[in-house]
């Protein structure tokens, strides 16, 4: 069955420390997408790859780091620097051509200690 | 990034009583898609519109697109409790970064 998974479902994450957030996907997909989402908020995009072993800011990467090693997989680390990590974190892809629609994992809530 | 404006915020209907979003631009839309995202889930893409006035149906949502490709809305008639959640509109910037709306929050009281 095709699909984005996302691990963990909830993370902790203490002071000073850097944690990584999982995303994988079986579609094939050349892009992906990393987004937060604050409460009652919409999404905002943190960073995104087109393709194996590049990728770009989007609005918000500021204390945020992501590598692209493989096509399945697009890890997103949320370093110290981010001093306001506490969000919902969603993963996305898609096809990659314009106005392709993302298709979502089911995201990770992320919480400070 | 150009953002894309949505309104209402939230929402409250009464079960049965019919529901409209709107998703406003500045500047002309190459295409527009809708999403969908109930309370604790993750957005599910709905319809993508691309042609000037374009309206397309899906039982009892009605999408349609701006004649000037700026705007756009999403209606629901009858609305139901399986209809609750927050709907987003999206643009593409370029070739792959999409911009969501601010959404909006849909309620349904029985």
Known sequence: ?113 | GQQVMQIPQYQHVQEGEDFTTYCNSSTTLSNIQWYKQRPGGHPVFLIQLVKSGEVKKQKRLTFQFGEAKKNSSLHITATQTTDVGTYFCARTSGTYKYIFGTGTRLKVLA
Not at chain 1, 32 to 46: F, K, S
Not at chain 1, 52 to 57: E, G, H, L, T
Not at chain 1, 63 to 82: C, D, H, I, M, N
Not at chain 1, 87 to 102: D, H, K
């Open chain 1, 1 to 113: 069955d095709g699909g984005i998974t996302q691990s963990p479902k909830y993370l902790f994450r203490k002071e000073g420390q850097n944690v990584t957030l999982s995303c994988e996907q079986n579609l094939n997909h050349d892009a992906m997408y990393w987004y937060r989402q604050d409460p009652g908020q919409g999404l905002r995009l943190i960073y995104y790859s087109q393709i194996v072993n590049d990728f770009q800011k989007g609005d918000i990467a500021e204390g945020y780091s992501v590598s692209r090693e493989k096509k399945e997989s697009f890890p997103l680390t949320v370093t110290s620097a981010q001093k306001n990590p506490t969000a919902f974190y969603l993963c996305a892809s898609s096809m990659g051509a314009t106005g392709e629609p993302q298709h979502f994992g089911d995201g990770t809530r992320l919480s400070i200690l």
